[in-house]
T-cell receptor
């Protein structure tokens, strides 16, 4: 089973709202990732968690707050977003992070629209 | 920083035709990954290549990594409408971060 699930599939939120994106995997992977993808662009890395600890933050604005409650779950908390934050948010997981050579498996994404 | 260049940017082929997509790196590749994406959906992992000269196949898709580990190709034989989508190559930024960088993608249309 190489499934990564994400909820919700679509989300529309105002600039003053607080919402969360959720990601789950049951492959026993110890690295989990958040990516942002704008239309017709490749995914851009936002955060990496390794063994439930934040390992990489790609200088993401603080209005995005990641959380890894356990090895299977990854959340992205959203607050006071801007319209330019509208994008497809992708979650991924892999066996490890500290060494390359481990393929990442992606979820179906959450389409976020900020109004 | 490492960059990946994909070519062509887009491709329209007749069903049944063969096609090749290329991915070129500015630096030696530690790991090269091929993904497929339908618009607005997640990325589907296709294949990973690590060794110079390595070649892998799955169904009608073959991926190769050159000996110098700076160029990879993805070849589809006898294309079908189900092959349509965006093909992305990704590479490990280094040997010890697990951070992936992606090429800009190649959009493939297959005409029945």
């Amino acid at each position: 089973d190489t499934e990564v699930t994400q909820t919700p599939k679509h989300l529309v939120m105002g600039m003053t709202n607080k919402k969360s994106l959720k990601c789950e995997q049951h492959m026993g992977h110890r690295a989990m990732y958040w990516y942002k993808q704008k239309a017709k662009k490749p995914p851009e890395l936002m955060f990496v968690y390794s063994y439930e600890k934040l390992s990489i933050n790609e200088s993401v604005p603080s209005r995005f707050s990641p959380e890894c409650p356990n090895s299977s779950l990854l959340n992205l908390h959203l607050h006071a977003l801007q319209p330019e934050d509208s994008a497809l948010y992708l979650c991924a997981s892999s066996q490890h992070r500290l060494a390359g050579g481990y393929e990442q498996y992606f979820g179906p994404g959450t389409r976020l629209t900020v109004t | 920083s490492q960059e990946l260049e994909q070519s062509p940017q887009s491709l329209i082929v007749q069903e049944g035709k063969n096609l090749t997509i290329n991915c070129t790196s500015s630096k030696t590749l530690y790991g090269l990954y091929w993904y497929k994406q339908k618009y607005g959906e997640g990325l589907i992992f296709l294949m990973m290549l690590q060794k110079g000269g390595e070649e892998k196949s799955h169904e009608k898709i073959t991926a190769k990594l050159d000996e110098k580990k700076q160029q990879s190709s993805l070849h589809i034989t006898a294309s079908q409408p189900s092959h349509a989508g965006i093909y992305l190559c990704g590479a490990d930024e280094s040997s010890n971060t697990g951070k992936l960088i992606f090429g800009q993608g190649t959009t493939l249309q297959v005409k029945p």
